[in-house]
């Protein structure tokens, strides 16, 4: 950190209950605290299977980009939680641990300088569809004021015939990351798959959206982040729609440049600037 300081492995909470295993977050803290910050709670991504606080998955994180110092640098409290990966349990607890993590942020807001109304909910891939999930579910003082998505899944039920040619894996494949995560085969569950998919939970008031992806895009095909963009117009929410020409998964691009991480993460510190009146 150029500025401020950070706050590793704060337990946020018990999985499951008080008697499981401790939930931590790492905290990044500007080093000027007054007047009330605007705070960004990010999710990281891996399939729900894989995965670490504070990484945007091994390619992304290989680019240099440092995007919780920039949003640091930007006048940002930033959060990167842990949450329940599929091998522990599945499906709402990743998302019960999403809640709980803005929860945490809300009622310790005092004591890091966090303005309660604006903050903010942020993931890429699998933590994008948490991001959006918190989005769209959360009430009171789990709720956030807008959301970035990075690559999201959205609607489990027709990621498989919307995958690209060139797919790496599709959500029909046995064991696949999205049967994983609810515990059963998606087309024999669709109950499940539905509960499990941002786009169901679409209603008039949701907050301001940005979602961000690649056209190339082989695990999480562009088509997720379309699909929910289109719900949400027609809810009324506002909804900002970049898709990377040419950009695959954790924003790997044919000629290995930076240029689409650079691209999102521009795009993604500025979307929550302007919701958060820093510009």
């Not at 909470?13 to 295993?21: T, Y």
């Not at 019960?96 to 993590?101: G, K, V």
Request: charge should be negative.
């Amino acid at each position: 950190m150029t500025e401020g300081r950070v706050l590793k492995g704060v337990e946020f909470a018990r999985a499951g209950d008080r008697s499981g295993r401790p939930l931590l977050l790492d905290l990044y803290l500007p080093a000027a605290q007054k007047p009330l910050r605007p705070a960004v709670v990010h999710f990281h991504g891996g399939g729900w299977r894989m995965g670490e606080r504070s990484s945007l998955g091994p390619v992304c994180d290989g680019f240099g980009l440092n995007p919780f110092e920039v949003l640091v640098e930007a006048g940002f409290v930033v959060v990167s939680a842990d949450y329940r990966l599929s091998s522990e349990a599945h499906f709402p607890a990743q998302l019960n641990d999403a809640l709980a993590a803005v929860e945490w942020l809300r009622n310790h807001a005092d004591e890091y300088g966090v303005d309660p109304a604006r903050i903010y909910a942020w993931g890429d891939s699998a933590g994008g569809h948490l991001a959006s999930l918190v989005g769209l579910t959360g009430e009171h003082h789990s709720s956030v004021a807008a959301v970035a998505a990075w690559y999201p899944p959205t609607d489990l039920a027709s990621m498989a015939e919307q995958a690209l040619p060139t797919a790496v894996s599709r959500p029909s494949d046995p064991g696949s990351r999205e049967e994983l995560l609810i515990g059963a085969v998606l087309a024999e569950e669709p109950g499940k798959a539905a509960a499990a998919s941002p786009i169901n939970y679409v209603h008039p008031g949701a907050p301001p959206f940005l979602l961000v992806h690649g056209t190339a895009d082989r695990f999480v095909p562009a088509a997720q982040s379309e699909t929910l963009a289109d719900r949400l117009t027609d809810s009324g929410a506002d909804v900002e729609l970049l898709l990377i020409e040419d950009a695959d998964h954790m924003w790997s691009l044919p000629d290995g440049s930076a240029a689409a991480a650079g691209k999102a993460l521009a795009a993604t510190v500025s979307f929550f600037r302007r919701q958060s009146g820093l510009s």
